[in-house]
């Protein structure tokens, strides 16, 4: 069973403050693959990243950045110089590719809000 | 179309009622997802569709939820019955090319929210 653990229900941050948002999962697959997902106060999901389970090099993109771990089995991703356009919940998502894992598994999410 | 569209974005009924919730996905995708997103809860998984067929049903809470989906396209959740605990917010989204590839990246819509006094 595939399981993913947002620990963080909420997080408040003040503008300009560097804020990372944990994700740890767990899976028997050997591949597998790692997503984040924004969902804005207008409601609809949107994709950030996806990365798969061989591939451990952290990526960055403007003010984002993911560090995936295998050995801690963690997928954290990282807001440096956050903006209140950044409030919203985040979602950590896990899929595998055999039997019914490659249905996506979502954490509960984490509410960031960033106070001006 | 150019993204998946809900219907109704707003729900209420009473206790008892039978509602649909309707899902158009993206022109060409062949996998559909539905999942429930409760306060505090995440986002549940109710039922994946590949074209037609829905090779996982396991997330569908009872026997008062189906769906079904036609001609490859357009899916409807219905919850019969429906009761307190069914309220929150029902999302549909779909991924191409499908298939079971865990590589498929999600686009959603805004949402169904049903309300059941």
């Known amino acids: 069973a595939q399981k993913v653990t947002q620990a963080q229900t909420e997080i408040s941050v003040v503008e300009k403050e560097d804020v990372t948002l944990d994700c740890v999962y767990e899976t028997r697959d050997t591949t597998y693959y790692l997503f984040w997902y924004k969902q804005p106060p207008s409601g609809e999901l949107v994709f950030l990243i996806r990365r798969n389970s061989f591939d451990e090099q952290n990526e960055i993109s403007g003010r984002y950045s993911w560090n995936f771990q295998k050995s801690t089995s963690s997928f954290n991703f990282t807001i440096t110089a956050s903006q209140v356009v950044d409030s919203a919940v985040y979602f950590c998502a896990l899929s595998g590719v055999r039997g019914g894992s490659y249905i996506p598994t979502f954490g509960r999410g984490t509410s960031l809000i960033v106070h001006p | 179309g150019a993204g998946v569209s809900q219907s109704p974005s707003n729900k209420v009924t009473e206790k008892g009622k039978d509602v649909e919730l309707r899902c158009d996905p993206i022109s060409g995708h062949t996998a559909l997802y539905w999942y429930r997103q409760s306060l505090g809860q995440g986002l549940e998984f109710l039922i994946y569709?590949?074209?037609?067929?829905?090779?996982?049903k396991s997330g569908l809470p009872s026997d008062r939820f189906s769906a079904e989906r036609t001609g490859g396209s357009v899916s409807t959740l219905t919850i019969q019955r429906t009761q307190q605990e069914d309220s929150a917010v029902y999302l549909c989204?779909?991924?191409?090319?499908?298939?079971?590839?865990?590589?498929?990246?999600?686009?959603f819509g805004a949402g169904s929210r049903l309300t059941v006094l």
């Open positions: 569709f590949q074209g037609n067929s829905a090779p996982d």
């Open positions: 989204a779909s991924s191409s090319p499908g298939g079971f590839s865990g590589a498929n990246v999600l686009t």
